[in-house]
């Protein structure tokens, strides 16, 4: 494991196509790897991973903050976590209501989607399970 920084913190950057959405200092990170959740410390070894739709989460102080992202990337190195990602959305920017009928919508298509749709109709029911989440949770 790579020595921790001095300030033993961490740089996350969060980058979407349309913006970037974080760009601080925390403690620690959880984010949706494709093969399961990554806890990020500071000294984390470097890292190239896929990332699933789902909430990332990062702790800076005693608070921990809550962000819903699409599929993408992420690299870990030098204490300096960069997350790029389709789309990624704050606790606020959440419409519940929108997120529920685009679940209930996926979830009515599934049964009856072609086997080249269910990937992309799965991706989109985790991302709208995690606005709904981070929605109700973060207010």
């Given at each position: 494991?790579?020595?921790?920084?001095?300030?033993?913190?961490?740089?996350?950057?969060?980058?979407?196509?349309?913006?970037?959405?974080?760009?601080?200092?925390?403690?620690?990170?959880?984010?949706?790897?494709?093969?399961?959740?990554?806890?990020?410390?500071?000294?984390?070894?470097?890292?190239?991973?896929?990332?699933?739709?789902?909430?990332?989460?990062?702790?800076?102080?005693?608070?921990?903050?809550?962000?819903?992202i699409a599929a993408g990337f992420c690299q870990v190195f030098d204490d300096t976590v960069t997350v790029l990602v389709d789309r990624a959305r704050l606790p606020e920017e959440i419409d519940v209501e929108a997120a529920r009928q685009t679940l209930r919508d996926i979830e009515q298509r599934l049964p009856y989607a072609d086997p080249e749709e269910i990937d992309e109709l799965q991706e989109r029911q985790r991302e709208s399970e995690a606005q709904i989440a981070v929605a109700v949770g973060g207010r």
């Open positions: 494991m790579a020595e921790t920084g001095p300030s033993g913190r961490l740089h996350l950057i969060v980058v979407s196509h349309e913006r970037k959405l974080i760009d601080t200092a925390c403690e620690e990170a959880t984010i949706p790897g494709r093969e399961g959740d990554l806890g990020v410390l500071p000294g984390h070894a470097a890292l190239i991973s896929t990332l699933r739709p789902g909430e990332l989460s990062y702790r800076s102080g005693s608070k921990v903050h809550r962000v819903v």
